[in-house]
């Protein structure tokens, strides 16, 4: 490797009341791939935002030195300019406007008239396109794309601007497997360029497989680098610095005693709400007091579609099915109605289903059952503070106070505050959708505890998570879903990666004896559906 072609010095930023980074620095090789790691709230994004110009010179102390000059960002026209550019989390596509125009928004390609060139703008387009290993149309609209998709549309876009430095804030956080891959290998391919790369992530094995060095910050604090070649270093290694101890277990231990069935979902079936096909199937399950039931299933398998359209039918078109809350039935036709029964689904995209982000902490936690702080038509402010307070200090919601800004916290503590309504809302029956998701291992762990102290009371839970050691790891028994259908559960004694794998890719048009509760030969045969 040659000189460094970033060094940030002495950075320090502060927000009211938070002190978000302190005195932290930074330096990046030329031509490497440069993780940064550290739990939610650590100040990660914080950094890369001064970096970027989002947050402009004069507003942190410290300096940046970029490419052998000084740099002064006083926004990200500027960094850009100097060629840095910055995928974040959240994608700044436009979804009605084709690719062609969302790679070349803000640096349009003109003619002599001075009006677009769509010949070369859609030319350039398909170049850089093929560039990212992408088979798509430029005229495409962006709409139409999956997030792995438009992910490497992002990076087709940062390429366009001569980018010497490109940062990916949490690139494969909301990328299955495949499109993981894919991203990895094109990050291999731009650094065989001699491009340099910053990355965010809390995939550890991504980091370990891919990284030439790693920075760990821990509470706004620059911990230590690794070099992750010549110091071999493992997964253990990066948490150990991340949460300052060594964390023995990734899972929590608890003792499983399920009890009576609190809920069972017979021949549950939708189709899609604009298309003509099933996307939940005959499906069955159920899930017993003080008991963890996971979903497991290949993206598009319909986990989310059969988690939201129980809740309260807020997905798809109901064809048939019917769900029984301790053996008897009941109508859960709204979410209104849901709640009502004792049913709560906290989403796999809080950003956009499960906060108010321009709120506060307190109005967030009391969102899903407000009822209970109202009296003559008025919400008892007292008291709302009251319950926010109490689940700040229950959860360990890392912020000022409970009128913090929502929109403003770390992704771990975002999820908090989801878990927070619902167990608020004092649910029977809570329904989990990814829900450690882009949050840090220490985070995650949190949120295990929290799971262990819900059954522990009696509450019955549902996971769906695309990770199988976190199903493994947590659940006591596993129910694996294919096409839309339950295609077989297993007790988590029996349970590893390769057999719930073996189900998840199960085609179960061609056994339709497939039985959805293996070990319950009395249940009821689920019908099968002719293709």
């Known amino acids: 490797?040659?000189?460094?072609?970033?060094?940030?010095?002495?950075?320090?930023?502060?927000?009211?009341?938070?002190?978000?980074?302190?005195?932290?620095?930074?330096?990046?090789?030329?031509?490497?791939?440069?993780?940064?790691?550290?739990?939610?709230?650590?100040?990660?994004?914080?950094?890369?935002?001064?970096?970027?110009?989002?947050?402009?010179?004069?507003?942190?102390?410290?300096?940046?030195?970029?490419?052998?000059?000084?740099?002064?960002?006083?926004?990200?026209?500027?960094?850009?300019?100097?060629?840095?550019?910055?995928?974040?989390?959240?994608l700044a596509l436009v979804p009605f406007l084709s690719v062609a125009e969302n790679l070349f928004l803000g640096n349009e390609i003109k003619g002599r008239s001075g009006l677009i060139d769509w010949h070369r703008t859609n030319g350039e387009a398909a170049r850089l396109l093929e560039r990212v290993g992408l088979d798509e149309n430029p005229t495409t609209p962006i709409g139409q794309l999956g997030v792995g998709k438009q992910q490497l549309v992002e990076i087709a876009k940062a390429l366009s601007k001569d980018v010497k430095l490109l940062i990916l804030d949490e690139p494969t956080a909301a990328l299955n497997d495949t499109d993981s891959a894919h991203l990895l290998g094109l990050l291999r391919m731009l650094q065989d360029e001699g491009m340099t790369s910053i990355m965010i992530s809390h995939k550890l094995n991504e980091i370990e497989a891919i990284a030439d060095s790693t920075t760990i910050i821990r509470d706004g604090r620059?911990?230590?680098?690794?070099?992750?070649?010549?110091?071999?270093?493992?997964?253990?290694?990066?948490?150990r610095g991340?949460?300052?101890?060594?964390?023995?277990?990734?899972?929590?231990?608890?003792?499983?005693h399920p009890g009576e069935e609190v809920l069972r979902i017979e021949n549950w079936t939708v189709e899609h709400p604009v298309q003509d096909r099933r996307v939940v199937d005959g499906a069955s399950l159920d899930v017993r007091a003080g008991e963890v039931v996971g979903i497991a299933g290949l993206m598009g398998a319909g986990r989310t579609e059969l988690a939201m359209s129980v809740f309260g039918r807020s997905y798809g078109r109901y064809v048939e099915g019917q769900i029984f809350k301790r053996g008897k039935p009941i109508q859960a036709r709204s979410v209104r109605e849901a709640v009502k029964h004792g049913l709560a689904y906290a989403t796999e995209d809080r950003k956009k289903y499960g906060l108010n982000l321009i709120d506060d902490i307190k109005r967030n936690v009391s969102a899903a059952a407000l009822g209970k702080l109202t009296s003559g038509g008025f919400v008892n402010a007292n008291e709302e503070i009251r319950v926010a307070e109490e689940s700040k200090r229950s959860m360990n919601i890392k912020a000022p106070t409970v009128a913090a800004i929502t929109g403003k916290l770390s992704g771990g503590n975002q999820q908090k505050v989801v878990l927070s309504k619902w167990i608020y809302s004092d649910p029977d029956v809570l329904i989990l959708d990814e829900p450690t998701r882009g949050i840090d291992v220490g985070a995650k762990y949190e949120i295990y505890t929290i799971i262990n102290r819900l059954v522990a009371g009696g509450k019955a839970v549902i996971v769906i998570s695309s990770e199988l050691p976190e199903l493994l790891g947590i659940c006591d028994r596993i129910y694996a879903l294919s096409a839309g259908r339950i295609t077989g559960q297993l007790p988590i004694a029996e349970a590893t990666q390769e057999s719930l794998m073996t189900l998840m890719t199960k085609d179960r048009s061609r056994n339709p004896s497939a039985d959805p509760h293996p070990e319950n030969p009395t249940e009821t045969q689920t019908q099968e559906h002719p293709a």
């Open 1 to 90: 490797m040659t000189a460094n072609i970033l060094e940030m010095r002495s950075i320090s930023k502060s927000f009211p009341g938070v002190k978000a980074l302190s005195d932290v620095s930074l330096s990046v090789r030329r031509g490497e791939v440069h993780a940064i790691c550290g739990e939610n709230g650590a100040g990660k994004s914080t950094l890369m935002k001064v970096l970027s110009g989002v947050y402009p010179v004069g507003t942190y102390e410290g300096e940046i030195h970029f490419d052998g000059q000084l740099g002064q960002f006083a926004g990200i026209a500027d960094s850009e300019r100097a060629g840095i550019a910055i995928i974040h989390q959240e």
């Open 242 to 256: 991340m949460v300052g101890r060594d964390l023995d277990s990734r899972f929590p231990e608890r003792e499983s």
């Open 222 to 239: 620059t911990i230590e680098t690794l070099d992750m070649r010549a110091d071999a270093v493992t997964e253990e290694r990066i948490i």
